[in-house]
């Protein structure tokens, strides 16, 4: 299972405008985590937090990557991290379990692997398109808030697929949506 996580604005932004070092979310970008303030608690989005963490893998695209300072090496427990890039340059060594990828195709395979039976995360909006372009994103699991960014970093663009509400739960300033990408229903750009 290969799940895209990712927080959003009401009109579909993932990050505000000028998103960049420093200001890795963007301008007001930073409103769209507050949820996370509650991930410790008992309610909807702790849950949600915790099945992010038991993921055994994680795609994401280069520029996630490098905007989160490569993670210091460690998304989260240790998991492999797969990173899609356009180019890989041998001086580069990714820091502790990170490895690039230029075909999302091997990315996906090796990352299915090293999950076993655990889902695979996605993050990043260059990652997800790739991947449901490719039709290999089984899922897509937003955490819409309920702001309205009015630019920034778009999720999706010209990438269309037909999907399933598969779970929602709603707690304090975020609707937590879990789609299923239906399977023949998948195109690309």
């Known amino acids: ?27 007001g970008g930073g409103r769209l985590f507050d949820w996370l303030d509650d991930r410790h608690g008992d309610g909807p989005s702790a849950q949600v ?7 055994g893998a994680l795609i994401s695209g280069r520029r996630t990557f490098e905007l989160a300072g ?4 460690d998304h989260h427990d240790g998991v492999p991290s797969h990173v899609l890039t356009h180019h890989v340059d ?3 060594t990714p820091p502790g379990s990170a490895r690039f990828f230029t075909d999302v195709t091997t990315a996906a395979e090796e990352a299915r692997a090293a999950a076993g039976d655990r889902a695979v995360m996605v993050h990043g ?12 994103l089984d899922e897509i699991e937003l955490h819409v808030v309920p702001v309205l960014l009015g630019e920034g970093r778009r999720l999706f663009g010209a990438t269309k697929a037909e ?11 975020v609707l937590h949506l879990r789609y299923r ?7 690309g750009h």
């Not at 915790?50 to 993921?55: F, G, I, Q, Y």
């Open 125 to 136: 909006a260059g990652a997800a398109q790739a991947l449901l372009a490719a039709g290999l």
């Open 70 to 73: 490569r993670w210091g090496g």
């Open 181 to 187: 990408v239906r399977a023949g229903a998948r195109s």
């Open 90 to 92: 041998p001086a580069d």
């Open 163 to 173: 999907l399933e509400l598969v779970r929602r739960l709603e707690d304090r300033d």
């Open 49 to 55: 937090y915790r099945e992010a963490l038991a993921t």
């Open 1 to 27: 299972m290969i799940r895209l996580y990712m927080s959003m604005s009401l009109d579909g932004f993932v990050a505000g405008p000028d998103d960049r070092p420093g200001q890795e979310l963007g301008r």
